[in-house]
């Protein structure tokens, strides 16, 4: 079936440091999505990609979606305390939305 | 602040007990899911409500039954569970089923905290 890992699984940074977080697809995705999950929440949307080589960016925040449509990135520039939680990367793919392993980045002042 | 509310925020049953977690929203959305998820773990897709019709439903064992009285309801009945079922559920929802055209943001709720004991 359809797997979406995501590397690293865990990071540590100071405050101020850049966050990279690498998503990977076993079959290419009609689009993907990114969550965020702060310690005891619930995934909330952040952004969806949909076209091959699209690159969007919130504030800090710069997603990218590759060209084969099978892998994905969220970069966080200058990192802050806020930015604490699980980042889930999730692919659309027949007919589900299947979640990514996860990167939880945990960031120190 | 999410638009997809689900009840009980917390919940602790025995083995043997019959309980159900609700879910309700109010964007006239016309899928619905439910997902699990356990500690430091993505969530999981369970089952999958489109146009108030079972879509997908992932080899979940039946003591979990799920049930969708209208467009804006979903239930999941839970019956003789077992410990390892001791998670987060979350429901969702989306403007229309997974596979339709792109901009199908899948909107969570808070999610039920079930401990089974």
């Known amino acids: 079936g359809q797997q979406v890992m995501q590397i690293p699984q865990y990071q540590h940074v100071q405050e101020g440091e850049d966050f990279t977080t690498y998503c990977n697809s076993s079959?290419?995705?009609?689009?993907i999505q990114w969550y965020k999950q702060r310690p005891g929440g619930h995934p909330v949307f952040l952004i969806q990609l949909v076209k091959s080589g699209e690159v969007k960016k919130q504030k800090r925040l710069t997603f990218q979606f590759g060209e084969a449509k099978k892998n994905s990135s969220l970069h966080i520039t200058a990192t802050q305390t806020t930015d604490v939680g699980t980042y889930f990367c999730a692919g659309l793919g027949f007919q589900k939305l299947v979640f990514g392993t996860g990167t939880r980045l945990l960031v120190s002042p | 602040d999410t638009e997809v509310t689900q009840t009980p925020k917390h919940l602790v049953m025995g083995m043997t007990n019959k309980k159900s977690l609700k879910c309700e929203q109010h964007m006239g959305h016309r899928a619905m899911y439910w997902y699990k998820q356990k500690a430091k773990k993505p969530p999981e897709l369970m089952f999958v409500y489109s146009y108030e019709k079972l879509s997908i439903n992932e080899s979940v064992p039946s003591r979990f039954s799920p049930e969708c009285p209208n467009s804006s309801l979903l239930n999941l009945h839970l019956h003789a569970l077992q410990p390892e079922d001791s998670a987060l559920y979350l429901c969702a929802s989306s403007q229309d089923h997974p596979g339709a055209a792109s901009g199908n943001t899948i909107y969570f709720g808070e999610g039920s905290w079930l401990t089974v004991v």
């Open positions: 079959t290419t995705l009609s689009n």
